[in-house]
Nanobody, 124 residues
Framework: QVQLVESGGGLVQPGGSLRLSCVVSGFPLDYYAIGWFRQAPGKEREGVSADSSTDDTIYYADSVKGRFTISRDNAKNTGYLQMNSLTPEDTAVYYC?????????????????WGQGTQVTVSS
């Protein structure tokens, strides 16, 4: 059974850090691009970061460059998103997703499997 389970969200003060995890089951993560997306209330889902499975390409949205870092541990079938210097504008539900033989697209419709999401709230 294919499953992606995010964890690590929560409430953090501005300037703080969180590390999101995405545990994948049902397929080997090695052959999939992994992407992180977020959706704030009243806004469309946007691509935050993505890690290709075919080469070394990594995507970051301009709004998170220099603050967020995507990584994966294929042996653990797990992806990660390290988020530093968080601001209230980063508040959203964060989702991980997997794309078969993916190039690491920032477009949600390119992804095959999705997690349920984890809430990140940045507030003082």
């Amino acid at each position: 059974q294919v499953q992606l389970v995010e964890s690590g969200g929560g409430l953090v003060q501005p300037g703080g850090s969180l590390r999101l995890s995405c545990v994948v089951s049902g397929f080997p993560l090695d052959y999939y691009a992994i992407g992180w997306f977020r959706q704030a209330p009243g806004k469309e889902r946007e691509g935050v970061s993505a890690d290709s499975s075919t080469d070394d390409t990594i995507y970051y949205a301009d709004s998170v460059k220099g603050r967020f870092t995507i990584s994966r541990d294929n042996a653990k079938n797990t992806g990660y998103l390290q988020m530093n210097s968080l601001t209230p504008e980063d508040t959203a539900v964060y989702y991980c997703a997997a794309e078969r033989y993916g190039s690491g697209s920032p477009r949600p419709h390119d992804y095959d499997y999705w997690g349920q999401g984890t809430q990140v709230t940045v507030s003082s």
